[in-house]
């Protein structure tokens, strides 16, 4: 499939324009400036895209799961669902439709492998766990599916909030970097770390850091969740103390390519950088920090 590494172009939703206008003024700057070009989705109910968005799987080639997380079944949330089909129709896509619930934040994308909790398993119960891993790797084209446990204090239970793919080739292929949530969930971070590495991967620390014990909404210090195109890393910014923690870090790891962007109050709505955006590859274009 199409790994982050490899996607030279970036969507987000006209809602992001309209409800985080000096969110998008940072956003557009820092992507222009690297030569990132974008453009913004009509027709969504929140902003939110990375979630209901069809995955891409290779340059012509999208899936679209079914969007219709527990989180989002009580009467109060369903007017934010948003209608994929009309979407996707506006903007030329026909996607593959898997009958498969699944978030696209709870796909964490390596090219030939790919990571999600076992949150997968609890929004599919009329799957056996074999039929819906196989058909998971079916529809993604990936050799394989690393399944890590969700972290239970997140109602989304996304893993994209928890871990990240460094690189697909040479000494990083094995390597991710990890939320280090060893302080704000001291039973279950030791869980997620065993099942990483268990799985023959290399973590690397990342930090996690947030006013309060790990919140069911709040994404403050949440720095994991970053948005990457090709070799550019734009990962949060807080405004807190732990932010030049997370520079010194950022910076170590992807040298020019990484940006720092300040995303204010979003985080308190649930989420950051990877969730609002919905990067792709485009054939013709390369980017390179």
């Not at 799987?57 to 989002?72: C, I, M, N, R, T």
């Not at 996707?88 to 619930?101: D, L, Q």
């Not at 239970?152 to 239970?157: H, I, L, N, V």
Request: proline share 5%.
């Amino acid at each position: 499939m199409i790994s982050e590494i490899e996607t030279n172009y970036v969507c987000f939703t006209g809602l992001l324009l309209k409800r985080y206008p000096q969110l998008f003024e940072s956003l557009d700057a820092a992507l222009e400036q690297r030569g990132i070009p974008y453009g913004l989705i009509s027709g969504t109910r929140d902003i939110w895209c990375r979630d209901y968005m069809p995955i891409q799987v290779a340059e012509d080639s999208f899936v679209q799961f079914k969007y219709d997380p527990k989180y989002l079944r009580y009467k109060k949330y369903r007017h934010t669902i948003t209608n994929v089909d009309a979407v996707c129709e506006a903007i030329g896509i026909k996607p593959i439709k898997s009958k498969i619930r699944l978030d696209g934040g709870n796909v964490v994308t390596s090219g030939s492998r790919v990571i999600m909790t076992d949150r997968a398993f609890s929004e599919n119960p009329r799957y056996s766990r074999k039929r819906l891993l196989g058909e998971l790797k079916e529809l993604l084209r990936v050799e394989r599916i690393i399944i890590i446990p969700q972290c239970p204090g997140d109602m989304t239970g996304h893993a994209d909030g928890l871990v990240r793919f460094a690189d697909e080739a040479g000494s990083d292929k094995d390597t991710v970097y990890v939320s280090d949530l060893s302080s704000a969930c001291l039973k279950y971070f030791p869980k997620l770390y065993s099942a990483l590495t268990q799985a023959g991967l290399t973590p690397i620390l990342i930090p996690y850091s947030s006013p309060k014990k790990y919140d069911r909404v709040d994404a403050t210090g949440t720095y994991i969740n970053y948005l990457r195109v090709g070799k550019f890393v734009f990962y949060p910014m807080f405004g807190s103390k732990a932010d030049a923690s997370a520079e010194k870090i950022f910076s170590k790891l992807f040298g020019s390519g990484a940006v720092p962007v300040r995303v204010g109050r979003l985080a308190k709505e649930g989420g950051v950088l990877n969730c609002i955006s919905w990067n792709l590859f485009r054939k013709g274009r390369k980017n390179e920090p």
